[in-house]
Nanobody
Framework: QVQLVESGGGLVQAGGSLRLSCAASGYTYSRYCMGWFRQAPGKEREGVATIHPAGGSTNYADSVKGRFTISQDNAKSTVYLQMNSLKTEDTAMYYC??????????????????????WGQGTQVTVSS
């Protein structure tokens, strides 16, 4: 079955950096849209960044553009989220998610509240001031 395992979260000061990793298994990696989402206490789930493994097209939430970069290592079936210039408002639980969206949907639906069918256990990111 599909498994997504996140790692790399932690506590960092504002302005610092973290890199999250998501190792995927149990399916053909190139066929599934991958995304990073986050949810802070009392707030709705928010799409952060998505990537379609077939071609590597990406998209980002406006709040992270220029600071975060999503990338992948197809050979390792792993997606990364490099987070630079972190802000206190980036504090949240970050989840890696996957679904069989085609490229155009992959780059859009996650930012309009669409659910993805598979997700990991999450990794906490805490940014202190």
């Amino acid at each position: 079955q599909v498994q997504l395992v996140e790692s790399g979260g932690g506590l960092v000061q504002a302005g610092g950096s973290l890199r999250l990793s998501c190792a995927a298994s149990g399916y053909t990696y190139s066929r599934y849209c991958m995304g990073w989402f986050r949810q802070a206490p009392g707030k709705e789930r928010e799409g952060v960044a998505t990537i379609h493994p077939a071609g590597g097209s990406t998209n980002y939430a406006d709040s992270v553009k220029g600071r975060f970069t999503i990338s992948q290592d197809n050979a390792k079936s792993t997606v990364y989220l490099q987070m630079n210039s972190l802000k206190t408002e980036d504090t949240a639980m970050y989840y890696c998610e996957a679904d069989s969206y085609a490229v155009l949907d992959c780059l859009g639906v996650g930012f309009r509240g669409a659910k993805f069918g598979y997700w990991g256990q999450g990794t906490q990111v805490t940014v202190s001031s």
